[in-house]
Structures are given as C-alpha cells and as structure tokens.
C-alpha cells in the first residue's frame, strides 16, 4: 500500500474506495506482492533445483492457491480438507505435499488414495503405511533435528519437547521399520519453526539432514527445508536475508548432490513469508473512548477477525488511512468482543475521528484463516488485488451464515 497525494493505493486502486464498495471489516491481498516473494525466494536459488511448497494454511482462500498454481507452485497441506481444496483448484496430486502431525490413518490412507505426496511425522504411522502399502507408496520422513531455533518454545517446533516429526535420535528405530516394512524414502523433511532470522540456523538443520541422508536413505529424490522465513512486522523489523540464504544453502545443496550421486530437488514450503506483507485488514472506528488513563480507538471488528495479537502478542502495524495528514496522536486500538480485546497498546496514528479506517498491516498470514464467529459475529470479506482490479474472493457472511448448520430443536 502506496501514498499517493494523502490517500493509499494498492495498485493504483484507491484504498477507502474498496471499503465503500465492499463494506468493511475487510481482508484486502495485493497479489503482485505475493508474485514478488515468490520470485525473490525463487531468484535467490536459480543456481539450484529448487521448488516452492506455499504453506496453504497461511491463507487458502481458493483464488490464492489458484493464483499459486499459475504462478508456478506446489502446495504444502496439513490437513485432508486443505488436500481437497489444492485438487479442487487443479493442482495436480504430485505438486501437493501432505505434511499432518497427529491425524488418523484413516484420514492419511484417503491423501495416499488421492495420490497426494505423503510426509510422515511419527513411527507408528510409518508402521501402519509399511504394514498396509509395502514399497507401494514412497513417503517423505520428517525428521526433527532439534535445533532451538529463535528462543522462544511457542514459534519454535523443533526443540526437545516438540511433538513434531521423528527425532534424529531414533533412526536406529526407524531404520528398523524401514528394514521390516520396505517402505521406499524418497525425500526427507524438516520443518523448525517459525520466525527464524539466522541463515545458519537452516544450515545446521541442513547439515543434519545432509548426513542422515547419506548414512540412512538411498533412494531420496528431494529434501524439504521446511520454512520459518521471518517477515518484517514493526517497522524497525529486519527479514531474514534470502539472498545469503539462497548463496550459503543453494551451494552446499549442490555440494552436496555431488557427494549423494544424484541430482536431487530441494524444496521449501513458506507460508508467511509468500503471503503475510500482502494482506491489509481494514476496519471502520466506531468510537473515540476516553477514560481516565488511555484513549481507546474502539473499532468495528475485534479478536474474532484478527486474533494474532491476543493469541500470539503478535505486533501489527495499524494506520489510518483515512486522515493521513492529521497529528500524531496516541491510541489503544481494541474491538468489540467482550472481553480483553485489544489490537495495538499506545499507538501513534493520526488523529482517529469516528467512522475512519484503520488498516493492519501483515494480514495476509494466520489472519482471516483464524478468524471466528464468536459473539455470533459475521466474519469479513475478502478481496484481491490483480493486475489493478479489485476482485471480490469471498463474501461477507450473513444471518444465514450463523444459523446454517444449527438444527433447532421444537419446545
Ligand atoms: C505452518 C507450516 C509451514 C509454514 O510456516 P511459516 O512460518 O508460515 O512459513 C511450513 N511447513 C509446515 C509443515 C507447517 O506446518
């Protein structure tokens, strides 16, 4: 989103007349944004064979796997619906990867039936597929090479304690399995986090990966990097740096295919990183709340839309587009949801008037996806900005919405 004069554009389309034409609390995708990522991270590794896995549960709205698939992406899914949406937009089975922790067998052997690349996160499921399909079915493995990516044990998933994948402290069990089984391993897998910064914590992961392929898997045709590229959220943020990235692993990558004897694809599978800085969210303030210690920004929206900063005390950038030129001033911006429901403490913003907009920058990922119904509130609109028209990609709900599958009992 671009000043021009004093009013933001995205694309060359107006902003606040995308809130006059479809309503607002709003999701707005500026889909050259995501085109940019995409060919930034793509660049970074030409000089490997590199393939790109968007993450889908970042945002998988059907006209953004479709845009996906155009521009030349596979899909990463952890769930059997997200598989169903990927097929439903026309990918093919081999660009999707299944990548589920925790689910049924059931729910696996219906992916293994679609023909859906399988990535398995625990042993006994590697059992059950073993026991089942033989060398019929060739998985991918995820290994979890417990790298403390980050600091923090909620954004990160590969330390000790982490339930995800199979810890490289058991491959002489699940060499076993592959042994009794003769299951075939065709690409290897690691995934630690998310918002990790240092390039040399994916190398450290990749030199793990490296020599368990060497000493355990003969038959790999890929190795999955995973993801967890960090994204600027405050404007001070730094992102990780793709270019260095791209340099240090595309050419150990190399190296590497060298030593194995064959030339294998590398994959990544970002979510945030494609689609976060493309979303704006956009709603209208309902009132200007002054109490005895803070001036509450109160808007037309709340943690049923966006909940990333109360579940994760995620930071959001929030402006105001609608007086862009007036003084700064100081704001604790919260919804309507009744309880604590606060987006931004003390924030500097123009001077906020009833019936302005705020837009949240970074709301492309893990945003509309987690939005809800609570308080029996409709959840917002969706909108795409392509080739510089705005395109509607999901309606706002209505009444009908809220009582659709409810079944009434007759008193
Ligand atoms: C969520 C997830 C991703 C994407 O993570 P980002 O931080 O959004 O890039 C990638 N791979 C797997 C297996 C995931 O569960």
Redesign the pocket.
């Known amino acids: 989103m671009e000043l021009q004069g004093n009013e933001y554009h995205i694309q060359g389309v107006n902003v606040k007349g995308l809130v006059e034409e479809f309503g607002a609390p709003l999701y707005v995708y500026d889909f050259e944004k995501i085109e940019a990522q995409y060919n930034e991270l793509k660049d970074a590794f030409k000089h490997s064979n590199m393939k790109i896995m968007y ?1 889908c ?2 945002l998988s709205n059907l006209s953004v796997l479709k845009f996906f698939k155009k521009i030349g992406s596979g899909v ?1 899914t ?1 769930s059997i619906q997200e598989v169903r949406s990927a097929l439903h937009v026309g990918f093919e089975p081999n660009e999707i990867m299944y ?1 589920p ?1 925790c689910v049924s067998f059931v729910e696996m052997q219906e992916a293994i039936e679609l023909g859906v690349n399988i ?1 398995v996160d625990n042993l006994p499921m590697l059992e059950h597929i073993g026991n089942h399909y033989g060398d019929k079915v060739p998985v991918c493995i ?1 290994l979890n090479p417990h790298i403390f990516a980050g600091g923090n044990p909620k ?1 990160s ?1 590969g330390h000790i304690d982490s339930k ?1 994948g199979i810890s490289i402290y058991q491959m002489r069990h699940l060499h076993r399995i592959l042994i009794s089984t003769g299951i075939k391993v065709t690409g290897l ?1 690691m ?1 630690t ?3 990790i910064l240092d390039v040399d914590v994916f190398m450290r992961g990749a030199e793990i990966l490296f020599e368990k392929a060497l000493e355990y898997f003969k038959d790999l045709e890929y190795i999955d990097f ?4 960090k994204v600027p959220y405050k404007p001070t943020d730094r992102k990780t740096d793709i270019v260095s990235l791209g340099e240090k692993l595309g050419n150990r990558f190399n190296e590497f295919c060298k030593e194995y004897g064959r030339d294998l694809t590398m994959m990544f ?6 689609v ?1 800085e493309s979303g704006y969210f956009l709603a209208k303030t309902n009132v200007i709340k002054q109490t005895t210690a803070t001036v509450f920004a109160g808007i037309d929206s709340g943690m049923n839309h966006l909940i990333r900063p109360m579940f994760y005390d995620a930071y959001h950038h929030i402006f105001n587009i609608s007086n862009t030129e007036g003084a700064m001033r100081y704001y604790t911006v919260v919804g309507y949801i009744c309880e604590t429901d606060t987006f931004g403490w003390d924030r500097k913003i123009n001077e906020i008037s009833e019936g302005d907009i705020l837009a949240f920058k970074n709301a492309g ?2 945003s509309f996806m987690m939005s809800s119904n609570y308080n029996s509130r409709f959840r917002p609109a969706e909108v795409a900005i392509y080739q510089g028209k705005a395109h509607l990609i999901r309606k706002r709900e209505t009444i009908e919405d809220i009582f659709v599958n409810q079944v009434e009992m007759a008193f």
């Open positions: 993450a549960k970042a990463d952890v990548t922790n990535n995820r954004i998933v995800f897998h995934h986090g998310s918002d995973g993801s967890g590229f599978e970002p979510g945030k990183y494609l976060s990922a893990y």
